[in-house]
Nanobody, 120 residues
Framework: QVQLVESGGGLVQVGGSLRLSCTAPRTIFSAYVMGWYRQAPAKQRELVALQTTGSITDYADSVKGRFTISRDDAKNTVYLQMDSLKPEDTAVYYC??????????????WGQGTQVTVSL
């Protein structure tokens, strides 16, 4: 069984910062594209950021300049550093992994999510 494990969610004030972590099995982490999705109540799931096994990254327009995705190969961990948080960032955040050979838009493995709430 493949398990992606997210952590780091919580409650923060507007303008605050939070760092999410996602750990994957080495065989997955070393060969898959890693990404972060989020889903707010009554909204569709949206891709926030991704990073390949190289150094290629991509971000949703809504988070560019505020969020940073990074990978630590030694720890099989991908991070999402979130700065200048806004109320509209409130959502459940999901870690996901995609085989490079998969069709675009298809993500093969998912975590169970971690809640991020931005208040005040």
């Amino acid at each position: 069984q493949v398990q992606l494990v997210e952590s780091g969610g919580g409650l923060v004030q507007v303008g605050g910062s939070l760092r999410l972590s996602c750990t994957a099995p080495r065989t997955i982490f070393s060969a898959y594209v890693m990404g972060w999705y989020r889903q707010a109540p009554a909204k569709q799931r949206e891709l926030v950021a991704l990073q390949t096994t190289g150094s290629i990254t991509d971000y949703a327009d809504s988070v560019k300049g505020r969020f940073t995705i990074s990978r630590d190969d030694a720890k099989n961990t991908v991070y999402l550093q979130m700065d200048s948080l806004k109320p509209e960032d409130t959502a459940v955040y999901y870690c996901a992994a995609r085989r490079p050979s998969s069709a675009w838009g298809i993500w093969n493995y998912w975590g169970q999510g971690t809640q991020v709430t931005v208040s005040l």
